[in-house]
């Protein structure tokens, strides 16, 4: 295993992780989402089981968030995400275990992004894993009431309370992630995809994945950790969760 750092577009620092396999069966790269990190639990259960299945694998933190990138919780956006998974990938087109088509694997924006990133560049994806996915900024408004909503904008700010401690997102992001939906270009994820979502999700909800499931036109498969919330983080949902990449790894 390898850290290093790199520049994005905007001249940021960005943490990277690179675990090589001598044998690799190919690349995977591993995004997380909104307030975690590359070394949040269950990203590094994704990841110990694609090393265990003989790929190689990045993972990073994006900037904007709690890892080892630069930049301010407070900016974070699903744009400032995928623009960061963008660089990662352009910057690994150059090392020598670089390998296409690859895998994209991520957990909430991380899912979103990769998924995004997928329809924009369908040939260079193998294998799509998106994980607790935000599917679009009009669904991901259903977990706040009208109220909720109407203080964040009146105010400029939501500040909740996560595990990590109190953060605050401006209304920006709202406003950012209201551009984006993967269902409007879901016809070019036509490479095997995998859904996992929690049984009590209340941001990426079972239902929302379900219509994302229904409208993919390939090869797809979608599974609910039971008692689980949007994060794994008990031994009994990472185990789980583990199992089922596990399983999919060994379709192709």
């Not at 269950?42 to 709690?66: E, G, P």
């Not at 956006?77 to 990662?88: G, M, R």
Request: charged share 25%.
């Amino acid at each position: 295993m390898e850290k290093i750092y790199i520049k994005n577009r905007k001249g940021q620092k960005i943490a990277v992780i690179i675990e090589k396999c001598q044998s690799s069966r190919g690349l995977v790269f591993i995004t997380h989402g909104l307030g975690d990190s590359k070394d949040s639990p269950h990203i590094k259960t994704f990841a110990k089981c694609f090393r265990d299945n003989n790929f190689s694998l990045i993972r990073f933190d994006t900037t904007n968030s709690f890892g080892e990138s630069d930049g301010r919780f407070e900016e974070a956006s699903i744009t400032n995400y995928y623009e960061d998974l963008e660089d990662v990938i352009a910057w690994a087109k150059d090392q020598s275990f670089y390998h296409e088509p690859f895998v994209l694997c991520g957990h909430s924006l991380g899912a979103t992004c990769s998924a995004l990133f997928a329809e924009k560049y369908p040939e260079k994806v193998k294998a799509l894993a998106p994980i607790s996915c935000v599917v679009s900024g009009t669904l991901s408004k259903e977990q706040y009431t009208k109220e909720e909503l109407e203080d964040w904008q009146k105010s400029g700010w939501l500040v909740e309370t996560w595990p990590n401690g109190e953060v605050r997102l401006p209304w920006s992001y709202m406003e950012d992630e209201m551009k984006y939906n993967i269902l409007t270009d879901i016809n070019k994820l036509t490479m095997s995809t995998i859904l996992i979502v929690g049984e009590f999700d209340h941001c990426t909800s079972p239902r929302h994945q379900q219509i994302l499931f229904d409208d993919l036109p390939g090869q797809k498969g979608i599974y609910l950790i039971k008692g689980a919330p949007h994060t794994f983080r008990s031994p009994e949902h990472l185990n789980e969760t583990y199992s089922i990449l596990d399983k999919w790894l060994k379709t192709f």
